[in-house]
């Protein structure tokens, strides 16, 4: 792991407090291989591109279903988070699902994919807004 990865980690810890589960989504994200690129990859890869490329795009967010979400992450990835947030791995896929649309849509502004340099810093503004605000 290289220190960019050290510092977005200790950033996403830093402000898990303020809503650990977008923290988690955001760290999911993070920690997938490739990133954000990987995720999305992943969603085209299992026939989802134009769910994901809603998320992209300036327009509406399509929603998810928490079936849909172990279909494209499979299970390792949803139970590990289901062990993060303390929560049945149902429950944790319904929360990805709840999230990964708006963080998303927040980490590509203007339709754009954001570059790695820049998405800590967007990450932790994310947090930080959805904190203030209880969603």
Do not use: C
């Not at 920690?31 to 795009?57: C, K, R, Y």
């Not at 299970?75 to 149902?90: D, I, R, Y």
């Not at 998405?119 to 930080?128: D, E, I, K, R």
């Amino acid at each position: 792991m290289g220190l960019l990865d050290n510092l977005e980690s200790m950033a996403v810890s830093k402000v898990a407090g303020s809503n650990s589960e977008a923290a988690g989504v955001l760290e999911m994200i993070q920690n997938h291989p490739g990133g954000l690129d990987g995720l999305v990859q992943a969603f085209h890869t299992n026939g989802m591109s134009g769910l994901v490329n809603s998320w992209i795009s300036t327009g509406g967010n399509q929603p998810i279903s928490a079936a849909q979400i172990q279909q494209v992450l499979g299970s390792e990835k949803v139970q590990a988070l289901a062990q993060k947030l303390g929560v049945s791995p149902e429950a944790a896929s319904s929360t990805i699902a709840q999230y990964l649309p708006t963080v998303i849509d927040k980490l590509t502004p203007n339709g754009a994919m954001p570059d790695r340099s820049n998405l800590l810093q967007m990450g932790q503004s994310l947090l930080s807004s959805l904190g203030k605000t209880g969603s």
